[in-house]
Each structure stands twice: as structure tokens, then as C-alpha cells.
């Protein structure tokens, strides 16, 4: 990690500007893009080159999509909501202590217009999605973003998280599945554990046994495709609350399931391993 903020990150787009501009768009052959979690990190993610690569590289390995849309852990709303689809929607900083240069990064995104309407077309009339005019893109969604699509140039929306409940939010996903068949990309952004008031960051090598535990649980249960178990994990995790004192960056992961072609299906897990003892494990399902 270097001593100046964001210079890894500098190198990193020094290093993948030309495969990031050879990007081809998703077309109909292409089929269903696939459905996304993701452990988001925050700011200092521009200082890690090897997360960033991994990020890179998932992206990599998929078409450009017509539009992405992600439910960050960081907007907790209800009625369920969507950002501003406005071209270069600007950033919500949701963060503190940190160098002045992140509060300078910018991630100016396509007008999304097109995809909004799709969206809300989507949603059942139970579940009413309204315009949030003027909210921009949180650290949840930005942050990630900005390194597995570093040019800016796939439309970007973001959505609330209006409820904790499993089932609810697999209703939500499952109203978004069909926009994965149109080029869509559905991200569920949160972190697979989030433990921060119990992390010693005196030793950021340390995993604590909280974190460690929930991941190995979790680990196993998207292996075997065990949404159930999942769903359970305030009574059937190990490490909790520990692992999760508030559970909204483990959420996203429901509407991610409801987004799949099949709600047990085994997870392919891309990014494992962990940040300041929390775990970056994040997955993708078809």
C-alpha cells in the first residue's frame, strides 16, 4: 500500500485503460448476464491493487451490460426507491476520516433514463418504486464501480433497501430477473462481514474468529446453494451479532438469490479472503 492515497489506483488505470476501452457490449447471444454480490470495500480499496484486480478482472470477464443496477447497503429507504438517472449523477461521500482525495473522485455515469423506466415497469403494484430526484451514488455503489468499470461508460442506477426480510427482498430480485435476459447487470453491494466496532485496527493482518466463522458458514451454505440456511442467519450463524451489528451489508445478498434463474443454486464465489479482518467474500450466480 503506498503512502499517497489513491496511487495504486492511479497505476491500476495507468495499467488496464486499454483493455477497459476493448470492452465489447453484451448483445441478445450473450444471454442472461448473471447476477452479482459483492463485498464493496469503501474508500482505502483504492489503495489495495490486488482487490482492484480482482474487481477488474470479474468485469473482465463479462460483456459490457446496457445498465447496472445495484442495492448498496447504504441506502436503507422505504418505500423502495431509485436514484437519479441523471447523466453524471453526482456522488454521495458517505464516509469520514478519510485523505481529501477521495472526497475529489468523480464517477460521472450515462443518463439512465431508459433503465429507470424498465425498472419501475418491473415492480408490481404492491411494491411502488419511487424517482429519488436529486440522490446521487453512494460509496457502495460508486467505490466498486469505479474500478470494475473505470471509463464511466455503462448507465448506473441504484436502489433502497426497504426491508431486512429475505423474502421480501427475493420478491424484489425476482422482479429484476428478467432484465438480466436484456443486458442488465443486478448487483446486491454490501460486505460479507461488517463487524467495525469490533475490529482492532491496530492489527489489520488479525481476522477475529467472529469473522472468520460467519465466512465459513457462508461459504458453505452458497456452496450447497442453501438459501434457507441463508435466510437463518441471525439464529444459525456462528459470529453473530458480531459478524453483522447491523445487518444491512449482508442483505443485498437476498435480492442477488431473487435475481437468479434458480433461488438454490450453488454460488460461484470470484473474491474471497479479507480487509482489516472483515471478509471481501463475494459471488455471482446464473
Not at 48 to 67: C, N, S, T, V
Not at 190 to 195: D, L
Not at 203 to 212: D, H, L, M, Q
Not at 252 to 265: K, R
Request: charged share 20%.
Amino acid at each position: 500500500m503506498s503512502a499517497r492515497p489513491g496511487a495504486a489506483f492511479d497505476a491500476f488505470l495507468e495499467a488496464t485503460a486499454p483493455a477497459a476501452a476493448e470492452r465489447r457490449d453484451w448483445a441478445p447471444e450473450d444471454g442472461a448476464l448473471p447476477a452479482l454480490y459483492l463485498s464493496h470495500g469503501a474508500p482505502p480499496l483504492f489503495d489495495e491493487a490486488a482487490w482492484m484486480g480482482e474487481l477488474f478482472a470479474w468485469a473482465q470477464g463479462l460483456p459490457r451490460p446496457k445498465g447496472i443496477l445495484i442495492v448498496s447497503a447504504h441506502w436503507e429507504a422505504a418505500p423502495l426507491m431509485i436514484s437519479s438517472p441523471a447523466a453524471g449523477t453526482p456522488l454521495v461521500y458517505d464516509f469520514g476520516g478519510f485523505p481529501e482525495r477521495y472526497f475529489q473522485m468523480r464517477y460521472e455515469t450515462p443518463d439512465a433514463t431508459a433503465m429507470a423506466r424498465r425498472v419501475a415497469a418491473a415492480m408490481p403494484d404492491s411494491e411502488p418504486l419511487h424517482q429519488h430526484a436529486s440522490r446521487g451514488l453512494d460509496h457502495g455503489a460508486w467505490v466498486p464501480l469505479k474500478v470494475m468499470y473505470p471509463d464511466a461508460d455503462v448507465p448506473v442506477l441504484q436502489m433502497s433497501i426497504p426491508t431486512h426480510d429475505p423474502d421480501r427482498l427475493m420478491a424484489i430480485g425476482a422482479r429484476l430477473r428478467p432484465l438480466r435476459e436484456e443486458g442488465y447487470l443486478v448487483v446486491g453491494s454490501g460486505f460479507m462481514t461488517h463487524g467495525l466496532p469490533f475490529l482492532d485496527f491496530r492489527r489489520p493482518e488479525n481476522v477475529p474468529g467472529w469473522s472468520a466463522e460467519f465466512d465459513d458458514w457462508a461459504a458453505d451454505a452458497l456452496a450447497r446453494g442453501d438459501i434457507e440456511e441463508l435466510a437463518r442467519y441471525r439464529s444459525e450463524a456462528p459470529g453473530m451479532p458480531y459478524a453483522h451489528p447491523t445487518v444491512d451489508h449482508y442483505v443485498p445478498l437476498f435480492v442477488t438469490y431473487g435475481a437468479a434463474s434458480e433461488q438454490e443454486q450453488a454460488a460461484a464465489t470470484v473474491i474471497d479472503g479479507y480487509w482489516m479482518g472483515l471478509s471481501k467474500r463475494s459471488f455471482q450466480l446464473n
